[in-house]
């Protein structure tokens, strides 16, 4: 007896659609398919995904991932930008998991300007996200859509290390921080280049997170962001120096790094999320 349930996509299988459609892969939009179902049931064993769930996917591509999530029974609102791709979709859930169609939504768009998503307020964020917008496109959605609670992302290693690391780090900068401000994030894991095609000259690593409420601050998001922007353009630069343009002054910043508790001296990249929340209020305060 065949077992129920969609038939994932393998290499046979994905190659078979790309030449269907004619489609050769660009760098531009970061298109690399997973050829592996293996891997698309671990993303979505890691991101806890089960029938409760009503997911949004980014760049769902051929559909590997999207038939690992219907397989699951989680609802999928699928947001992709070639057109091509985007329609091909539902004919390729229909072919595969045809029970499952009913719980998909494809949106043709540019998921950096999306403004909205269809149907119910989605809770998960599950993506292969393309490694040029990767970072702008998490902090856009986490901004947009308060309702998610969870996710997990893949994106290129050293992308992944930047988004989970804490202050202190090496890698610590402006990706991190503004993570932290919606949600804490965590490592998740590593994909090889084999299980795509084509194979990306990069590795790539997984990135969970969870939502949680920002720092409590009179700041705005957009100011707090402003602090974290100015911080680490002048990575070199103490605060008092780098915070100047923003502040106005040297004399201002240093009054508000005093205001925070922060050394002037004291640099972007040992500062928390909430250090820059308080320092943004400091600015704000001075400024009223």
Partial sequence: MPTAGPRLLGPAEVRQLAA???LRPTKQRGQNFVIDANTVRRIVREAGVGPDDVV????PGLGSLTLALLEVGARVVAIEIDERLATRLPDTVAEHAPEA???LHVVTADALRVTE???PPPTTLVA???YNVSVPVLLHLLTLLPSLERG???VQA???DRLAAGPGSKVYGIPSVKAAWFADVRRAGTVGRHVFWPEPNVDSGLVSWVRRDPPATTATRQQVFAVVDAAFAQRRKGLRGALRGLAG???AAEKALAAAGIAPLERGESLTVADFARIAEALESDRA
């Fill in 20 to 22: 269907e459609l004619d």
């Fill in 56 to 59: 949004v996917e980014v760049g």
């Fill in 101 to 103: 169609l009913d719980r």
């Fill in 117 to 119: 998503v269809p149907g």
């Fill in 128 to 130: 292969n996200l393309p």
């Fill in 152 to 154: 997990l992302v893949m």
């Fill in 158 to 160: 050293e992308v992944a």
């Fill in 249 to 251: 002054s040297t004399e």
